[in-house]
C-alpha cells in the first residue's frame, strides 16, 4: 500500500521510518493549507543544550481566507540559513560522520530558495541520496482529500504539538553524556551519528510504533 506524508524540513526520524518501509510507494501531500506550528517549518537537533529548534522564517500574507503549502513564501531579509547551518555545526562538528556529509548538505544552506514547500523536498531528497535510498521516488496528490481509501495516512506525523512517545533503540548522540538519549530528532542526528548505517536503523523500527 502507499503512503502518505507532509514534506517537512530535515524531517524528523519517525517520519523516515515511514519512507524507508515504503522505498517507492511514497506520495507527498502537495494540496493542503498551510498550518502554522507544525513541522513544515521547524525540526530539532541535539546541541550542547539538549534539544534545539531551528525555524524556517516565513512570508506572513495579509489576504483573508487559509494559505496553500505550497504557495508560501520564505523569509531572506536576513540570513537565517548561515544561522542554522552555524547551529548544526556547533550541535555535530565532534560527531562521526559529520565531516563525511559535511559537503552534500552545506550547498543547501547557501542557496536561495522560494518556495518552503520546494524547500522542504529538497531537504528530503539531499537526505535520502546521503543514505543512499535511491531511487528515491514520489507522487505528488493533485487534490486534497480528508480521508485516503487507498493510501496509509501518516499526514499526522506533522503535527508539532502532538506528544507521541517513542521507544526507538537508542544511538550514540554527541552530548548524551550530559542530557541521555532524545529520540526522534531530525534525521539529521541520525545522519551524523550513525553514517551509513542510517537507513538499516531506520528499516529496524517496528512500522508499527509510528501512529
Not at 550541535?91 to 559537503?103: G, N, Q
Not at 541520496?129 to 496509509?152: A, G, I, R, S, V
Not at 517513542?166 to 532524545?182: A, E, L, P, R, T
Request: hydrophobic share 35%.
Amino acid at each position: 500500500m502507499k503512503v502518505l506524508i507532509h514534506p517537512t524540513y530535515f524531517p524528523s526520524i519517525s517520519h523516515w521510518v515511514v519512507i524507508a518501509h515504503h522505498q517507492g510507494k511514497l506520495v507527498i501531500e502537495a494540496k493542503d493549507n498551510y498550518q502554522k506550528q507544525t513541522y513544515r517549518n521547524r525540526t530539532y537537533i541535539y546541541s550542547p543544550n539538549a534539544k534545539q529548534l531551528l525555524t524556517v522564517p516565513i512570508v506572513h500574507t495579509k489576504t483573508t481566507g487559509r494559505q496553500k503549502y505550497n504557495q508560501v513564501t520564505i523569509e531572506e531579509s536576513f540570513d537565517w540559513k548561515k544561522q542554522h547551518w552555524k547551529s548544526i555545526e556547533t550541535a555535530y562538528r565532534t560527531s562521526p560522520y559529520f565531516e563525511f556529509y559535511e559537503d552534500e548538505l552545506e550547498p543547501f544552506f547557501k542557496k536561495e530558495h522560494q518556495c518552503l514547500f520546494q524547500m522542504n523536498l529538497e531537504s528530503m531528497e539531499i537526505i535520502a541520496q546521503c543514505m543512499q535510498l535511491e531511487p528515491f521516488t514520489y507522487e505528488l496528490t493533485d487534490e486534497f482529500l480528508l480521508n485516503h481509501q487507498d493510501k496509509l495516512d501518516k499526514r499526522s506525523l506533522v503535527n508539532a504539538k502532538t506528544k507521541q512517545e517513542y521507544s526507538f533503540d537508542s544511538y550514540v548522540q554527541v552530548f548524551d553524556d550530559k542530557h541521555g538519549f532524545i529520540p526522534n530528532l531530525s534525521i539529521l542526528d541520525l545522519l551524523f551519528n550513525e553514517g551509513p548505517n542510517s537507513l538499516n536503523y531506520l528499516l529496524n523500527v517496528d512500522l508499527n510504533q509510528i501512529p
